[in-house]
T-cell receptor
Framework: KQEVTQIPAALSVPEGENLVLNCSFT??????LQWFRQDPGKGLTSLLL?????REQTSGRLNASLDKSSGRSTLYIAASQPGDSATYLCAVGFTQAGTALIFGKGTTLSVSS | DVKVTQSSRYLVKRTGEKVFLECVQD?????MFWYRQDPGLGLRLIYFSYDVKMKEKGDIPEGYSVSREKKERFSLILESASTNQTSMYLCASSFLSFNRGNNQPQHFGDGTRLSIL
């Protein structure tokens, strides 16, 4: 069964640092991988989606990479800001219809000013 | 922008009650989903639907049912609420990837925090 792991579970950094969040999955037969942000008590906001045929996607200060063969994805956040403080979740899509995601438990990021 | 609206942010119900959670999306998405989120367990899929009147069980369907009478609306029903169903419930929607040629992201509502007393 597909398992998704995110390490570390929590991360604290000073403002301005570049940082990397990690996501690993056990079955490389995936169709896509999606990164989400969740603020406390709120729903999830989609940040980036990488198709299985892609290596990376970029949006502003965010860059997500995907290495299917090794079962890994990273989310790179450049020049972190206090407003980046949130929980970041990765989710693996393993059906072509896009109907099923397996989520990691998330990394809670705290950026101090 | 995609808008997924859940009818209540907070809800308190009693054990044994029948509880309805409503979700509406305005993007003509084929897929709709219900998840629950619990500390230490993460998000788990309860049910999803890829078309009107169609439903598929997720990982934890026991104690729940769903209804999709219209494309934009997906309801989660707790037939007889129990205390172990106290949780954060999240609704999501997406296009069916077969129709779009590429995988499509899921878009989430703000969640309903349900407490069963």
């Amino acid at each position: 069964k597909q398992e998704v792991t995110q390490i570390p579970a929590a991360l604290s950094v000073p403002e301005g640092e570049n940082l990397v969040l990690n996501c690993s999955f056990t079955d490389s037969a995936i169709y896509n991988l999606q990164w989400f942000r969740q603020d406390p008590g709120k729903g999830l906001t989609s940040l980036l989606l990488i198709q299985s045929s892609q290596r990376e996607q970029t949006s502003g200060r965010l860059n997500a990479s995907l290495d299917k063969s090794s079962g890994r994805s990273t989310l790179y956040i450049a020049a972190s800001q206090p407003g980046d403080s949130a929980t970041y979740l990765c989710a693996v899509g393993f059906t072509q219809a896009g109907t099923a995601l397996i989520f990691g438990k998330g990394t809670t990021l705290s950026v101090s000013s | 922008d995609v808008k997924v609206t859940q009818s209540s942010r907070y809800l308190v119900k009693r054990t044994g009650e029948k509880v309805f959670l409503e979700c509406v999306q305005d993007m003509d998405h084929e897929n709709m989903f219900w998840y629950r989120q619990d500390p230490g367990l993460g998000l788990r899929l309860i049910y999803f639907s890829y078309d009107v009147k169609m439903k598929e069980k997720g990982d934890i369907p026991e104690g729940y049912s769903v209804s999709r009478e219209k494309k934009e609306r997906f309801s989660l029903i707790l037939e007889s609420a129990s205390t172990n169903q106290t949780s954060m419930y999240l609704c999501a929607s997406s296009f069916l990837s077969f129709n779009r040629g590429n995988n499509q992201p899921q878009h989430f509502g703000d969640g309903t925090r349900l407490s069963i007393l």
